[in-house]
């Protein structure tokens, strides 16, 4: 399993930002990002099923972000709308640990990580 982030960057508050990730062999595992503010542990941000029905969000996100896939594309993406200077952090895409499972990665449990992207938010 490889997965690569892109598309992290610094932008104003408010603003919108999509984040990539390119996968392969994860056809058909849970997919999701996390982030890591400075200073502070990893969390869950957002994960997607297997098949694309199922999503979540933490708290704090939502209504905010989207995350969607792309299987033809071996592709997860994060659209961010409403950017908050506490959204700033270095975000990592993830794939769970099973195939053909939908919960994994908001349990935190997790098979593979991707690099990280920053994203940065000024006020």
């Known amino acids: 399993v490889q997965l690569q982030a892109s598309g992290g960057g610094l932008v104003q508050a408010g603003a919108s930002l999509r984040l990539s990730c390119a996968t392969s062999?994860?056809?058909?595992?849970?997919l999701g990002w996390f982030r890591q503010a400075p200073g502070k542990e990893r969390t869950f941000v957002a994960s997607?099923?297997?098949?694309?029905?199922?999503?979540y969000y933490a708290d704090s996100v939502k209504g905010r972000f989207t995350i969607s896939r792309e299987n033809a594309k071996n592709t997860v993406y994060l659209q961010m709308s409403g950017l908050k200077p506490e959204d700033t952090a270095v975000y990592y895409c993830?794939?769970?640990?099973?195939?053909?499972?939908?919960?994994?990665?908001?349990?935190?449990?997790?098979?593979?990580w991707g690099q990280g992207t920053l994203v940065t938010v000024s006020s």
């Open positions: 993830a794939a769970g640990t099973q195939p053909y499972t939908s919960t994994q990665l908001r349990r935190n449990i997790v098979g593979s």
């Open positions: 062999n994860v056809g058909t595992y849970g």
């Open positions: 997607i099923s297997w098949n694309g029905r199922s999503t």
